[in-house]
Nanobody, 112 residues
Framework: QVQLVESGGGLVQAGGSLRLSCAASRNFFTFNTLGWYRQAPGKQRELVAQFTSRGTTNYADSVRGRFTISRDHVKSTVYLQMNSLKPEDTAVYYC??????WGQGTQVTVSS
């Protein structure tokens, strides 16, 4: 069974930075897509950033230019560098390969 384990969330002031990590239990090439999603209270889960099956990247408009997704094949780890954080970035962030592979989530809270 595939496992994705996130880490790196926390509380930060607006304008600050955080880096999330997602350790995968298997090689990246076995995933169709792999990326970061988030879910704020009362809202649906949404894509933040992902690697596509071709290895290209997609970003949500709301984070483009502030967040960067990267990966380390040797460590089987995907990262999300989040800069210039805003209160509206507050959510539980999930690493996932939809539809059925998800991590447990990590809370990111941005205070104003």
């Amino acid at each position: 069974q595939v496992q994705l384990v996130e880490s790196g969330g926390g509380l930060v002031q607006a304008g600050g930075s955080l880096r999330l990590s997602c350790a995968a239990s298997r090689n990246f090439f076995t995933f169709n897509t792999l990326g970061w999603y988030r879910q704020a209270p009362g809202k649906q889960r949404e894509l933040v950033a992902q690697f596509t099956s071709r290895g290209t990247t997609n970003y949500a408009d709301s984070v483009r230019g502030r967040f960067t997704i990267s990966r380390d094949h040797v460590k089987s780890t995907v990262y999300l560098q989040m800069n210039s954080l805003k209160p509206e970035d507050t959510a539980v962030y999930y690493c996932g390969s939809p539809p059925g592979v998800w991590g447990q989530g990590t809370q990111v809270t941005v205070s104003s």
